[in-house]
Every structure is written in structure tokens, then in C-alpha cells.
């Protein structure tokens, strides 16, 4: 993960502790350099490439749960990525792409008050 990336993950997840502390959230660790060995073991072990950034475990009414996908710049979620976002969707999920902590908190925030949300 660039370290840009990084950052704006940290600032998200502490918000969400603070503002949430009842609710789970956690990260999912697919992206970042790896050796071949680990990357082979990881693969074996049921990492999926494309997998959002962070996961938020809570049904709101109208979805199981909430992906977030991280994106800094004029970084986009690649074509795998969109491909494996649109998937979770189909499955029920609520997946957004967030490019900033203040996109990420009005996206949390209208998403756990039960809102509609439009990516």
C-alpha cells in the first residue's frame, strides 16, 4: 500500500473506533509487495486479488455489510477491482470508494443511520 494510502486508511479507522465503537471494522490486507513464497501460501489460503480495502460487519436493512475500497490522487480502482466491487454488490453489499477522510465519513455516516446511499 502506498504510503499516501496508508494514511488516509489510518485517519478512517480511527474515526470509525471513535464515532463506532460498538461496530466492527477491520482491514483486509491483499494489497502491498510480497515474495513469491508468501504471496503462494496467501493465495492458497483464500486471499482474492481486487478484495476492498477495509469491511464494516453491519447489516443496515438493505445491505449485509459495508466494503470500502481506498483510493488516493487520481488513483482508480483498477478493472479487477471494479469487476470483484461489482460481485460484492451483487451479493448484497454496500461497496464505495472513498478518496478522502471527509468522503469516508459522510459515506459511513449515511450508511449507518440506514440511509440510501449512492456511490
Not at 36 to 62: H, W
Request: a positive charge.
Amino acid at each position: 500500500m502506498k504510503h499516501k494510502e496508508s494514511e488516509l486508511q489510518r485517519a478512517c479507522l480511527k474515526y470509525f473506533k471513535l464515532k463506532y465503537p460498538n461496530i466492527l471494522i477491520f482491514a483486509i490486507p491483499n494489497g502491498g509487495k510480497r515474495d513469491i513464497v508468501t504471496a503462494s501460501i496467501m493465495k492458497r489460503e483464500g486471499v482474492v486479488r481486487g478484495i476492498p480495502d477495509l469491511f464494516i460487519a453491519y447489516p443496515n436493512g438493505k445491505y449485509a455489510g459495508m466494503f470500502i475500497e481506498l483510493k488516493v490522487g487520481n488513483n482508480k480502482p483498477t478493472k479487477h477491482q471494479m469487476e470483484i466491487m461489482k460481485q460484492l454488490e451483487n451479493a448484497g453489499y454496500c461497496v464505495s470508494v472513498c478518496y478522502t477522510i471527509n468522503e469516508f465519513i459522510y459515506k459511513v455516516n449515511t450508511y449507518i443511520k440506514k440511509e440510501h446511499l449512492k456511490n
